[in-house]
């Protein structure tokens, strides 16, 4: 038996996205790239030849949707399953019911929302039965799957990625949320020219936010005596209030702040840093990509200085991950104050450019015949780790063995500073250079 929504249930009571929930893809918004004319998953879906799969992309771009219109055009039981709520009781009652449905001839899509919150215990207990075809799973998740799924079930799914809706997508949808009998069709409701775009900027791609805003900007409009309702830019505003119209992930406030923010820290200012932090979460960034470039500003801009740094800020990420907004912006904001206070080194990114240009430009070097690996006889005959030293059998745990190409040989790339840590790392690197080349003299007899 299908747990779809009955269409039959009163629909007043239901919010607005509910009601206007796409029936099959003729009314689905956005994802083109997926399901538009010719795409491949729409041809799935119309040739009956679905698979497991994973939905991958943001909230509200309409993952559960698909999920429920695919089971509409396969005929299948749909058992909607959340993995916030359930345990691997719940699955293996889940599993039982498919395979009841199976010995009918009946197939069942079992769709899961928030699939990354599966313990890997709870993942591997779908294995059995999406390999013997009694489930076909559909995941939907807003992490990197490859991260958050088991490899083994993951190599069984389908990843397909979606993306956020475009304002223009956004902005058809609210109209025919105006427009459709399901949504405010026929009820008389105005809307102030455009205050659509305004919602659907704000929205930022997700559908389900759009909709609940329009849905509030009308239940609080202007009521006339006829019953007509007209929502005017101040309604708007006022359900808009919570997060700038102005910030776009994508735009150039968003390439704006982050750069605001990096630059702040670089220049040892903790309170400009903490500013265009709060500017971009309460803007509506997401904390994981904050929390990416404030590790990647550990090692770029301060690395060895103070190495602690980038425990700290992984520390950061893996507390925003976990908690998510608002609670995380304390962690953020501690790694971003560190960060604006460490004392600063580039040593570490001037090293690798230097480094990655040489390799573009020379990539055919081959490796010291010293130091590679020989694991067959042919290898060894063929001088592969001949001269090896291995520098644990050394007393200084040094040795004068070269590890560069000949052509390189020369060559020094990592040039560290004596900010902070570093210092120490400098002197050390000065030390092993200078034993180097002492040892390298005395085998060539030189005073």
């Known amino acids: 038996m299908s747990e779809q929504i009955n269409m039959f249930e009163s629909q007043v009571e239901q919010p607005l996205a509910a009601r206007l929930r796409p029936r099959d893809l003729t009314e689905y918004a956005g994802q083109t790239h997926l399901v538009g004319p010719g795409r491949v998953l729409r041809r799935l879906i119309e040739e009956d030849k679905i698979s ?46 498919a395979e ?9 899509i079992l769709f899961v929302d928030e699939i990354h919150r599966f313990n890997r215990a709870q993942q591997d207990a779908f294995l059995p039965y999406v390999e013997k075809g009694s489930i076909v799973l559909i995941g939907a998740t807003t992490e990197n799957p490859s991260f958050e799924v088991n490899s083994a079930l993951l190599s069984r799914c389908k990843v397909f990625v979606l993306k956020a809706l475009t304002q223009e997508e956004l902005t058809a949808l609210l109209e025919r949320a105006l427009a459709d009998p399901r949504g405010f069709g026929g009820q008389g409701v105005e809307v102030e020219p455009g205050l659509l775009e305004k919602i659907a900027e704000f929205a930022n791609g997700d559908a389900r936010t759009a909709l609940s805003t329009l849905e509030m900007a ?29 910030y776009d992930k994508k735009g150039d406030a968003h390439y704006d702040l982050i750069s ?40 770029e801009d301060v690395g060895l200085a103070d ?14 991950h ?29 090293a690798y450019e230097t480094a990655k240009a040489d390799a ?51 060559r020094r790339y990592y040039q560290p500073t004596e900010q902070g840590v570093e210092g120490r790392f400098k002197a050390r690197l000065e030390e092993i250079q200078e034993w180097k080349r002492a040892r390298e003299a005395a085998e060539h007899g030189e005073d």
């Open 307 to 320: 190495p602690r740094a980038l425990e700290l800020c992984v520390a950061a990420f893996q507390a925003a």
């Open 360 to 410: 573009l430009e020379r990539m055919a070097e081959p490796v010291p015949l010293q130091i590679r690996n020989a694991p067959t006889k042919l290898m060894k005959e063929l001088g592969y780790g001949e001269h090896y030293q291995y520098a644990h059998d050394y007393e200084d745990k040094l040795t004068t063995m070269r590890c560069l190409p000949d052509s390189l040989a020369d």
């Open 218 to 246: 009308v239940l609080n409009g202007e009521a006339a005596a006829d019953g007509r309702v007209r929502v005017t830019a101040e309604t708007v505003a006022q359900c808009t209030s919570r997060r700038s119209l102005l």
């Open 260 to 299: 605001a923010l990096h630059k702040s820290m670089r220049n040892s200012d903790p309170d400009a840093a903490v500013y265009w932090l709060a500017r971009m979460l309460e803007g509506g960034e997401d904390p994981l990509y904050v929390a990416r470039r404030l590790t990647r500003f550990a090692a």
């Open 52 to 97: 497991s799969m994973i939905f991958w992309g943001p909230p509200g771009v309409g993952k559960t949707t698909l999920a429920r219109i695919i089971a509409n055009a396969t005929r299948a039981a749909f058992i909607d399953f959340s993995a916030v709520t359930s345990g691997i009781k719940e699955i293996r009652s889940v599993m039982q019911r």
């Open 100 to 108: 009841e449905n199976r010995r009918f001839g009946e197939r069942t």
């Open 322 to 350: 976990m908690i998510g907004m608002p609670e995380c912006s304390v962690h953020l904001t501690e790694a971003a104050v560190y960060l604006s206070l460490a004392p600063k080194s580039n040593a570490l990114y001037a």
